[in-house]
Nanobody, 121 residues
Framework: QVQLVESGGGLVQAGGSLRLSCAAS????????MGWFRQAPGKEREFVAA????????TYADSVKGRFTISRDNAKNTVYLQMDSLKLEDTAVYYC??????????????WGQGTQVTVSS
């Protein structure tokens, strides 16, 4: 059974930083792209970032480009999302995903349970 477990969420002031982690188990981690999505209250789930199986290719939503960095450590079966210069609008539940590299939710077949990120003024 595939499991994705996120950690690192919390409360941070605007302009601050957080690093999310996602530990994967149950499948060959290094064979799949990984990504992050987020969902704010009353809004649809949206793509944040994705990274290829090797880590050589990354892609970001325009709203986070230049502020967030996705990375992975295949030896540790873990993917990270470094979030800097956080804004109020980054407040959301962040989900780790595994599948094929894409901004579409349909290309990911496994999802974590989510971790809350709250940015305060």
């Amino acid at each position: 059974q595939v499991q994705l477990v996120e950690s690192g969420g919390g409360l941070v002031q605007a302009g601050g930083s957080l690093r999310l982690s996602c530990a994967a188990s149950g499948r060959t981690f290094s064979s799949y792209a990984m990504g992050w999505f987020r969902q704010a209250p009353g809004k649809e789930r949206e793509f944040v970032a994705a990274i290829s199986w090797s880590g050589s290719s990354t892609t970001y939503a325009d709203s986070v480009k230049g502020r967030f960095t996705i990375s992975r450590d295949n030896a540790k079966n873990t993917v990270y999302l470094q979030m800097d210069s956080l804004k109020l609008e980054d407040t959301a539940v962040y989900y780790c995903v595994s599948g094929s590299m894409s901004p579409s939710t349909r290309r990911y077949d496994y999802w974590g349970q989510g971790t809350q990120v709250t940015v305060s003024s």
